[in-house]
């Protein structure tokens, strides 16, 4: 079942069939290399057909311990960064209410460890004073200093509010198997413990207990989640065609653009559920690409919002974007436009039907508007906000840029970028073991 | 007195002290050229000297209101979209507590009127269902279509809560002088108005009512805000050598960076507090210099989270950029991180220690790595996050962009492009006195 759909019809005056046609020999051979395992980075390669081999007893013991969880907590804070918080923000963002208070289920989640901001710390303490708090530290090494720093202060703080005994029972550590500081931390403490697997990188590890876990604690049916996953996995396995396969078709499509020249690719989100979404996406991309001097430069804008700030540049400015309409078919709920006897703001054309036909209206304008404007685009459209659909586009993208990467030549699997600042850093505070340059 | 202040440093091996000198001569006349009133765009010059122009009078009558919408109400909800949505909430994000229920004071403000979801609009409504409300509708001609939208149904909302009667002093409408739909409205109804100026586009406009109100609401001091923005205008005003005006500086270095093939200026926050000033910088920027085909485009980022998502990209990804980092020298709150008997995730060297520091540590150490991965990088750091230092920088910016697009030979003032999506979704909407192409 296809709960996705790609439109390139707004790339075809720029890619040419004949020009994907030509690029269909290098897709396949690089889609039986990461299929055999024989590619760049084949030692991060769990993603790959974790949907369809992930045990039965690691999804039910995510869903107790989500369910004790929820039992026991008013708010549960998931501590992580990068690859472990914007999975799960993602997926949350998506699939439940967009306010706070508008009748979402269980616990409210809050995430900490993604920042070093005093600010945002004192205010998450004061937030959580009169609450039962949960805490969930996900952390393959247990020392990455913006989670690591926020677990240290959120632990103590827990302690001091109902006890260490209690405390032991409120915390979930998701690390590694074996090793590290906060399975050592884990095991001395007697935390219940899910683990990050070795073959797959942070940004791959949204359909693992990184993402899983914080998800069900907010009420999202992980099963249909890893359903959808395990969907767009078969799909995406079966053929290497771009005729077939959408995944790769993307992937060829953004990677002709990028010979083009062009040096972005913006995804228009059309929907406010998919902002963090976008976020997730842009680590997916960037921290796969971006090497060696290479790579699309990924921005997000949120549309029609920034169609009133960003509309102008996207408009009429220089010729270097593209841009990936992301869409939500069906909203949960729509809202009707009323009619009003005076119409003085000449909106009575519009009574009686719902916002998303607007929206929609306004998503086909602009892809028309931006093509005549000399941006090239593409949309992919989620047919509702369900897990299931959710889950078969985080494999889409997974898929996507794995390919993508290859296409490029690089290592989609490493990021070796990310440590310099970090070097640099632990210099700077003196940080034992490390030396002043 | 200066709140601000900009650090060069990092640029210096792109934009050598000859190119910037040789950039003077014509600095100079474009600052006389918009001192004058002779440019490009010049019947949008009203923000140029609002700061220390704007009435007593019109400030006291904002506060009333504020004062008697906090006094009223448990939520306003503010509908507007660009230029009468981003300010307020730039400001509002910047100044208060960065999660709701932190020990914020007055109103809760929710946000409409700047999208097309009715997901969103349907949260809102349940949110709001048991609270006093109040509106502040910010339209110039009141026909845009997100907020009319917007407005159509929570006026209706409102008034089935309270009544007609009730309703319309709950209302207050920031629109134009005399005409347009929603003046006549207000006036038809006996809304409270407040003016939108003619001489000011929506992107200068947060210190006019468009932004006052309802960050007046928020509990912010706006005549603080307005002092910071004044000092900023004087400090402009006086000198166009880029040696002294930060601003201007600002300008010419973007300037020559775009100038060597830079496509991309992106923002990077390093605190979670500036995430709507970047929202606000991006339409500033993209909107006055995306035209003809030129201008950066406008991206942003938030660190360190994003150093573990775009933090590979920016380290090694194509070399298309530029970095501006936007730091806050002074959180409201530090948070210490507290000394563990067992230390088993190695941070004692920390203890003591506040998240600020470690925070300003992995700024330095970031600059420092992406200058050496070829990235140039400049800084501009606000002394804390009080409305006077918010003042300067929204005055800095707005100045900064004015030259910027002066420089660039563009009309920095207008935004003809976004009218292009406009007219083929009101095609698409069978909107009366448009026909389909």
Redesign the interface.
């Known amino acids: 079942m296809n709960r996705l759909s790609l439109n390139i019809d707004n790339v075809k005056p720029f890619v040419s069939a004949d020009a994907l046609q030509g690029l269909q020999a290098e897709v396949t051979r690089l889609h039986n290399l990461l299929e055999s395992g024989q590619g760049l980075g084949n030692d991060y390669l769990g993603w790959l057909h974790l949907p369809s081999k992930i045990e039965a007893a690691e999804i039910q013991a995510v869903e107790a311990a989500a369910q004790s969880i929820r039992s026991q907590c008013d708010a549960l804070i998931s501590i992580g ?3 472990s ?2 999975g799960a923000r993602a997926a949350i963002t998506f699939c439940n ?7 979402g289920n269980g616990p409210d989640i ?1 995430y900490a460890g ?14 959580i004073r009169n609450k039962r708090v949960c805490l969930n530290v996900i952390s393959k090494s ?5 989670p ?2 926020a ?3 959120l632990k ?1 703080a827990l302690e001091q509010q109902v006890g260490v005994e209690e405390a032991r029972r409120r915390i979930v550590a998701t690390t590694d198997e074996k090793q590290g ?2 399975k ?2 884990a095991d ?1 403490e007697g935390y219940q413990t899910f683990v990050i697997p070795d073959d797959i990188g ?2 791959y590890s949204v359909l693992t207990p990184v993402g899983l876990l914080p998800i069900a604690v907010a009420g999202i049916d992980i099963r249909k989640l890893l359903q959808g996953g395990q969907e767009a996995e078969h799909a995406a396995t079966q053929s290497a065609r771009l005729d077939e396969n959408p995944a790769y078709l993307y992937a060829a499509v953004r990677h002709l653009l990028y010979k083009q020249d062009k ?2 690719e913006v995804m228009a989100c059309f ?3 998919l902002q963090y979404v976008a ?1 997730w996406w ?2 997916l991309t ?2 796969s ?11 997000s804008v ?1 549309y ?18 593209f841009e990936t309409f992301l869409l939500v078919a069906q ?5 009707s ?2 009619q ?1 006897a ?1 119409d ?4 009575n ?2 009574a009686g039907k ?3 036909y ?2 929609d ?2 998503y ?3 892809a ?3 093509l ?3 941006v090239p685009n593409l949309s992919l459209t989620l047919q509702d ?1 369900t897990p299931e659909t959710l889950g078969q586009m985080f494999y889409f993208f997974e898929r996507a840029v794995a390919l993508s990467g290859y296409l490029l030549g690089v290592n989609p699997f490493d ?4 440590e ?13 073991g490390t030396e002043k340059r």
């Open positions: 960064i990068g690859g918080y914007l209410p967009l306010l706070r208070g508008a009748g809050y993604h920042n070093l901001s005093g600010d945002y710390l004192a205010d998450l303490l004061d937030v247990g020392t990455t200093t913006e690591a720093v677990f240290r202060i103590e500081a906060l050592q931390l001395a942070g940004r040096t972005t929907h406010p559920a976020e842009k680590q960037g921290e690409e971006g090497k060696e001097q290479r790579g699309l430069f990924p921005a949120e029609t919002t920034d169609l009133h700030s960003m509309g102008q540049w996207m408009q009429e400015g220089q010729r270097t974007i909203s949960n709920r729509d809202v436009i009323p009003f005076d003085l703001d000449g909106l054309y519009l719902g916002l998303d607007v929206n209206k306004a086909r304008g602009t028309a508007a931006h005549e404007g000399g906000r990021q070796p970028g990310v310099f600042y970090k070097k640099n850093m632990f210099q700077l505070l003196n940080k034992p």
